[in-house]
């Protein structure tokens, strides 16, 4: 595989692992704070950032235009404010002596006018709408196959339905990344 496509298996891949660690936190009942947690959240962080290449290859891969173009908008806002978000939960795990700390500093956060949405609401959501925008542009153009965006949605269902099914979530996304890796041009 190419270099440059690396970012459509390595960004689900470490979603899969921010899910198994997610999952290992878990087993004591709580999540948070200490290693796991903030290992499991860099690990999506980096994740989040390289969708961002994913986001950007999928719309040089549509040809631009208006639909594709406001389709990565929308999934890089997603990003900003998942990004945004898992930042939070990175600082607040570090800076947190236990899970009441926690609560507290993230009460806190999200007591700041706007937060709640843009970080904790609908404004992370934004990415999977974009991402699934160009993937079913892609599919209407012929540039993938029309199962494609059927795995994708799949895959975002899943991550909405619970966070302990983020490593199947993660499978989903991709299998369908890297079927669109191959249809990525080189440059992109």
């Known amino acids: 595989m190419r270099k440059t496509h690396l970012s459509f ?25 200490g290693l796991l947690w903030t290992l499991g959240h860099l690990a999506f962080l980096v994740a989040l950032v390289l969708f961002g290449f994913v986001l950007l290859a999928a719309r040089r891969t549509t040809g631009g235009g208006r639909i ?6 929308v999934g890089v806002a ?31 956060v999200q007591d700041v006018p706007g937060v709640t949405v843009a970080v904790y609401g609908p404004g992370p959501a934004l990415f999977y709408v974009g991402l699934l925008a160009l993937v079913v542009h892609l599919a209407v153009r012929r540039r993938v196959a029309a199962w494609v965006p059927v795995v994708l949605l799949l895959g975002i269902g899943v991550a909405v339905t619970s966070l302990d099914l983020l490593p ?21």
């Open 9 to 33: 298996v390595v960004a689900p891949a470490l979603t899969i692992v921010y899910g198994l660690v997610r999952l290992l936190d878990g087993l004591d009942g709580r999540y948070g704070p």
């Open 68 to 73: 594709a173009t406001t389709a990565a908008v």
């Open 78 to 108: 997603g990003l900003v404010c998942s990004i945004a978000q898992i930042g939070i939960d990175v600082v607040v795990g570090l800076a947190a002596d236990d899970k009441a700390g926690m609560r507290q500093m993230f009460g806190q």
């Open 168 to 188: 199947v979530a993660g499978l989903l996304i991709l299998v369908a990344l890297v079927t669109l890796a191959r249809r990525t041009p080189a440059t992109a």
